[in-house]
């Protein structure tokens, strides 16, 4: 998406899965929420996808969808 | 504090937002026996009676239904979950700044006529709906990953969270006003339906209708009205970043810490001294939190003095002996002033079978968002 800079790689500060989500998120519960400590040094909240992370765990940003960050595990 | 009403916090269909509000009002009006005639100024705390049920200028709408004077102003204050805290706040100032003899606060939420997605949605609205609130982070969420670090850095379990709700849903129980007056066990707690892991059902608070309101008036004057009174010994109001993900710790809510550090000086009192509090418990890991920030515990240590029973009716310093917001419900608006309503009732010693040993001197924290405002109330009877 153009305007969104890639926020590079990071490791996981904090997570959740979701499993009472917001009316416009109904059709992808449960998903897994976190806040990425990133390698550029601020925080972003993202979502995760494919298998799910813990605190620690490095992950990669993977792309934006509808502005929202969507990192895996790496 | 020269007069307090409630109404009961529940699911009540037939009933509208001014008619919860104006009932609330009229509790406290007789409580104090002060003619709505010499009510100079009204602040309203609400936080979204335009998405829950339509309503916009709420504050004159409420004000001259339970009889206000038209010459006075009515101010309608929103602040996330912290709106009718940060309405006390303010009517609190105008108060001791010698402008009002009697101020009149009020808190109200009408919430059940949505369905539960919408009431979600319209929730996560108290966050950066363009950041976490767009990547699908619920209020359950954003608790949830406070938890989970808390748990990370502390060792917190998954238990001591559980006994927050045990211990609040006992005292609801007990509470004639509260919302869901049922007992809960670990067991269920643990057992509960997933909302935002580690948190279950039993983890947050509920979604409820209600109103609460109190009256103000300078010291001085106070025993013109009442010899009940109830003196603010100390408050504060102190504010936060509102995405979750601008805070350097998130186990720490810095607003709090703050708000409660700035009302122990203006009481000149310490934790020590508090002998009850109200905390807002929207989830249970805030209860937990705020009890560390306050310094009641360590920072770490809130979740083992949970489950030790330190914040029991009978322990060594009693937390939400009304229910809190998880049993005694959270009606988002009302929950401020409905919290200082509860700390009068312990210091009146009006509380009946909750009623604790010592209540010279009570606290209530009100929270709004996910920490991005806090109100910290310290009241006392001589």
Known sequence: MSGLRDPGDGAVYTETVVWA?????????????????????????????????????????????????????? | MIGIGKTAFGAFPD??????????????????????????AFYLGNFAGP????????????????????????????DACASSGSAFFHAWQSVAAGIYDVALVAGVEKMTSQPTPKVTEILAGAGDMSGEGLAGATFPALFAMIA??????????????????????????????????????????LAGKPIAEPLTLYDCSLVSDGAAALLLAPL?????????FVRVLGVAQTSDHVPL???????????????????????????????????????????IVASEDLDFVAKGDGGPFAAAGCTAINGKIPINTSGGLKSKGHPVGATGVGQICDVVMQLRGDAGERQVARHRTGLAQNLGGSGATCVVTILGVR
Do not use: W
């Open chain 1, 21 to 74: 989500p917001p009316q416009a998120y109904a059709a992808d519960a449960p998903y897994q929420l976190a806040i990425v400590d990133l390698d550029a040094g601020n925080r972003l909240t993202g979502r995760i996808i494919d298998s799910r992370v813990r605190i620690g765990d490095r992950v990669r940003f993977f792309e934006y969808r509808n502005g929202v960050a969507y990192f895996r595990k790496s």
């Open chain 2, 15 to 40: 009933r509208d937002i001014r008619s919860l509000a104006v009932e609330a009002i009229g509790n406290a009006i007789e409580d104090s026996s002060v003619r709505p005639g010499r009510i100079e």
């Open chain 2, 51 to 78: 998405s829950f049920v339509g309503q916009n200028h709420l504050a004159p709408y409420i004000g001259m239904a339970a009889g206000l004077s038209p010459g006075i102003p009515c101010t309608r204050i929103e």
């Open chain 2, 148 to 189: 989970r670090r808390h748990m990370y850095q502390y060792g917190t379990t998954r238990e001591h969270l559980a006994a927050v709700a045990v211990k609040n849903h006992a005292n609801g129980a007990k509470n004639p006003l509260a919302h869901m007056r049922k007992v809960v066990t670990l067991e269920q707690v």
């Open chain 2, 220 to 228: 001085d004057r106070a025993h013109e009205f009442t010899s009940r």
């Open chain 2, 245 to 287: 993900d601008q805070k350097d710790d998130i186990t720490t809510f810095g607003a709090v810490r703050t708000a409660g550090e700035k009302a122990y000086a203006m009481a000149g009192l310490g934790p020590r001294d508090i002998e009850l509090a109200e905390l807002h418990d929207c989830f249970t890991i805030a209860e």
